[in-house]
């Protein structure tokens, strides 16, 4: 018998210290320093120290979780720099405020924001683009690395319900991985009682097209699944390159109080998908359109998808930086089992299969397994060096575990504060990975920062692993929730810090203040705006109650750090454009007044006089054309063209 299929009443045993371990930890509270090994003091500080003026030497992305938000901070130093909005309105940048934003986030003010993943090639972040999940409404987004901003937001994806098994890339950016936390009946508009779920609620496993040259991405393929949760996953790499990944757990197809009615096999599933057989089969025809999608039904299409058995409850599946390996680990049980992708294959062309489900083979475990590391209790997460190692995060004993690839042997390890989740090394996700640093990504905090009330935030702690011995250098803390991170090299990233006037291909953009003016056109009033140190051009703008406000604003700076905002009083406006930008914002002038705009971000010595007014005119008061303060000394109207 395999240490996979232990006796059920040991499963039952973790699962109870998981949940003492949780309740202990909640009854320590506030304490005023938790247990945890240091490194020699001054060695931390210098390690983590970066002079004023200097700058660190990795950039770290930090998923926000239902902020909506992607964080950005820098390694070592774990100082926050930036906030990237992507599923939610940032009015620190004007995100979701502006006619193009706030058409891309749709109907949604928030999202549920989990794996970021940066795109690759060959194996290795290009530094291109960032791709991010939104678990909660089934969504992806990308994020251009040129400027930090979200670009796309592609979603709600077809059939898939709860986007967490996403947005893991493959390795020259082909796909974004996807699938379903929350098995549900496919279409989304089926409907099917709670008590059919074992045969008419299901899965979906899907990749997400990327165009490789814009980033640009559109549904590629989905597989319809068991009703399962698929948790994370992970794309082949080297001689695994073609092949996709995810852990799942509830392979009792359960319901009601999971965490007893889940949790009664001795095993679940990492689901093995052959991409590039998807690939094909849409390509031959072999998929039925749901939903707008094109699914392949696994059991009229076999050799596609297969099914591993994996310890109890998993959560990761995370392949080698050779390839040659996938690494799974289940919460419930205290190892971690190494598959071998050349045993998965010989496996697969002998039929070496322990049954299926829903006509999906599943093969034997015995014939794939490679090795069977006891890392420790709850093991969560997997990342890789630049030394053969392995780190696993330790949800119950809240501790990291780092032991050798090939040998498979735990050489050390150390506690975390508190209940670690994932774990983030240095481009630990490519075929490089560059070593020297992990992050711990704890889910809580206690005692090891001063009180903010109820609401604490989480802990980021980083660890060095240069040496022989794993060194905590620091702690940070973080906005709620962070799930994942990657870190990349400063170098690999060119972002641009000024929008250049010959790259801005808007039509509505102007460069001139006499190219400032108001037009209307019956009820809509369109106005083309400069912003410049320290005016808007123009800045006086007449309209009729009712009438539609459009205004195109373009900052014609060419200089770094010269943002302008465009805030306007009583009608929830801000918009932030950066040097050469232009950005649009349209509202409906709904009430009668004079209401001032001003710029929203600090520009210059005369920041406060940057300013103007919007003159709306009461309904029965006599309409008169839209008019604009004139350029120039000489002040007058700007008669509004038909």
């Known amino acids: 018998m395999t240490t996979i299929r232990k006796n059920r009443w040991i499963t039952a045993a973790l699962a ?24 020699d003091v001054s060695e931390a500080a210098v390690s983590t120290y970066v002079a004023p003026g200097d700058l660190d030497e990795f950039y770290l992305f930090s998923s926000g979780g239902h902020s909506g938000n992607i964080y950005v901070a820098g ?8 906030t990237i909005p992507v599923f939610t309105p940032y009015p620190g940048t004007g995100y979701g405020f502006d006619k193009e934003t706030r058409e891309m986030l749709g109907r949604y003010t928030w999202g549920d924001v989990h794996h970021p993943s940066i795109s690759q090639t060959n ?22 690395l040129r400027d930090f901003k979200t670009k796309q937001i592609l979603g709600p994806l077809p059939n898939v319900s709860g986007n967490h098994g996403s947005s893991f890339v493959t390795p020259n950016t082909e796909y974004i991985l996807s699938a379903s936390r929350f098995s549900a009946p496919v279409p989304r ?15 979906i496993v899907a990749g ?4 490789p040259q814009s980033g640009n991405m559109s549904m590629g393929w989905e597989i319809v699944m068991p009703p399962f949760n698929y948790d994370l996953g992970s794309a082949g790499k080297g001689p695994s390159n073609g092949w996709a990944f995810w852990t799942s757990y509830n392979a009792e197809r359960a319901t009601g109080k999971l965490e007893v009615t889940s949790t009664q096999k001795d095993r679940d599933y990492v689901a093995a998908v052959n991409w590039k057989a998807a690939e094909k089969a849409i390509a031959d025809g072999k998929y039925k359109t749901i939903d707008g999608a094109k699914v392949i039904d696994p059991k009229v299409t076999p050799g596609v998808v297969w099914l591993m058995p994996c310890a109890k409850s998993p959560h990761g599946a995370d392949v080698t930086p050779d390839g040659k390996y996938i690494v799974c680990s289940g919460k419930l049980q205290s190892i971690t089992t190494v598959y071998s992708f050349d045993k998965i294959q010989n496996a697969i062309q002998k039929q070496d299969y322990a049954g299926n489900e829903d006509g999906i083979p599943v093969i034997r475990y015995d014939a794939i397994k490679e090795a069977e590391v006891n890392v420790g209790l709850g093991p969560l997460h997997t990342q890789y060096d630049d030394q053969g190692y392995a780190y696993t995060s330790l949800f119950v004993e809240s501790a990291v575990a780092k032991w050798k690839l090939g040998t498979w042997e735990v050489v050390d390890k150390i506690p975390v504060s508190y209940n670690i989740g994932h774990l983030c090394a240095a481009e630990g996700d490519t075929m490089h990975p560059k070593g020297k640093y992990l992050i711990a990504l704890n889910k809580l905090s206690h005692g090891r920062h001063i009180s903010v009330g109820p609401s604490q935030p989480e802990a980021s702690q980083l660890i060095g692993i240069s040496g022989e011995k794993m060194k905590l250098l620091y702690d940070a803390f973080t906005e709620p929730e962070p799930h994942y991170a990657q870190m990349i090299k400063v170098e690999t990233l060119k972002p641009i810090e000024v929008y250049p006037k010959e790259a801005n291909k808007n039509p509505n953009a102007i460069w001139d203040i006499k190219d400032a003016k108001v037009n209307r056109s019956g009820n809509n009033v369109t106005v083309k705006m400069i912003a410049v140190r320290s005016s808007f051009e123009p ?5 009729n109650q009712g009438d539609h406000v459009t205004v195109h604003l373009t900052n014609i700076e060419q200089t770094t750090d010269e943002l302008h905002g465009w805030g306007l009083v009583d009608y929830d406006i801000n918009i932030v454009v950066d040097p050469g930008e232009t950005k649009t914002v349209e509202f409906v002038a709904d009430k009668p007044g004079v209401y001032a705009y001003y710029c929203t971000n600090f520009c210059s010595a005369l920041h406060q006089e940057m300013q103007g007014y919007l003159l709306v005119k009461p309904r029965g008061a006599g309409a008169t054309p839209a008019t604009a303060g004139a350029p120039g000394p000489n002040r007058g109207k700007l008669t509004a063209s038909k």
């Open 16 to 39: 109870l210290f998981v949940a003492v371990a949780i309740l202990g930890t909640a009854c320590r509270g506030r304490r005023k320093r938790a247990a945890v090994q240091r490194g």
């Open 75 to 82: 390694v070592p130093s774990m100082r926050h720099i930036a």
């Open 123 to 144: 194996g290795d972040y290009d530094g291109r683009w960032m791709f991010v999940n939104d678990n909660a409404n089934n969504r992806v987004a990308r994020v251009d």
């Open 189 to 203: 508009s089926a409907y099917a009682p709670i008590e059919q779920y074992a045969t008419e609620y299901k899965g």
């Open 208 to 211: 997400v097209k990327v165009d």
């Open 539 to 543: 800045n006086r703008i007449e309209v």
